[in-house]
């Protein structure tokens, strides 16, 4: 059980506007079977376990897999217009196949974004004429998204699980677009990307751009 203190809950309230947690879970399971010449009773979902055992020699493949997505997600609006979004998903899943084969995937990714968005302007002084109000926003935008993919497989007779498959990539990326008035606006990108796997090997990337866009009205 967790206990929050009034101390902490005023800690929070002076940085943060709101925060949300979230998780949700999924399941399935899912077999194959193979006949040549079906002659048995129709499948009931009632008595799906004595189909299961009745006809455990045709069955090719049985499939369970859990997702978690996310495992822990959170919300979070700070003070002065800046946002947080976070997510950790994962997926368990186990493949049995006919000759006692058995593989596991395991697979996982971590997600961040952070938003924080301004507007504001200045004044131009004009002689002899009032202040030339220049209206702007800002807004930062900033992703963060890592992933793992790893898969452990062994036939019937081994007693321990190799690794076959793993992967991991991660990109980080920055955007920036400002509008200075009705008629400029702009945009500032930035990207990285790195990608690492046990057969292909580790490869990086990266992207920088920017535009600038003036509207002219008649």
């Known amino acids: 059980m967790i206990h929050i203190t009034k101390s902490f809950n005023k800690f929070i309230s002076k940085y943060v506007n709101s925060l949300s947690f979230d998780h949700a879970t999924t399941g399935k399971e899912s077999r194959s079977w193979q006949f040549d010449q079906f002659a048995g009773p129709p499948i009931s979902f009632f008595a799906i376990d004595d189909f299961i055992s009745n006809y455990s020699d045709n069955q090719r493949t049985s499939r369970v897999n859990m997702n978690f997505t996310p495992l ?8 002065k217009g800046v946002s947080l979004n976070m997510r950790h998903n994962r997926t368990l899943s186990k493949e ?18 952070a938003n924080y968005a301004h507007k504001g302007g200045f004044s131009i002084p004009v002689p002899f004429f009032d202040n030339y ?12 998204d890592m992933n793992k ?23 980080s990326g920055l955007r920036l677009t400002y509008s200075f008035s009705k008629s400029v606006s702009g945009s500032m990108v930035w990207e ?27």
């Open 133 to 144: 109000k220049v209206n702007n926003q800002v807004n930062f935008t900033f992703n963060f």
């Open 96 to 113: 049995i196949t006919a000759n006692g084969g058995q593989k596991i995937f395991n697979d996982q990714s971590y997600l961040l974004s």
């Open 149 to 171: 993919n790893r898969t452990l497989q062994k036939a019937q007779e081994a007693t321990k699980f190799a690794e076959t498959t793993f992967t991991s990539s991660w990109k």
């Open 192 to 218: 990285y990307r790195e990608n690492d796997s046990k057969h292909t090997g580790k490869k990086v990337d990266r992207d920088f751009g920017f535009d600038v866009n003036l509207a002219i009205r008649g």
């Open 72 to 79: 822990i997600g959170a919300t979070v609006a700070l003070k």
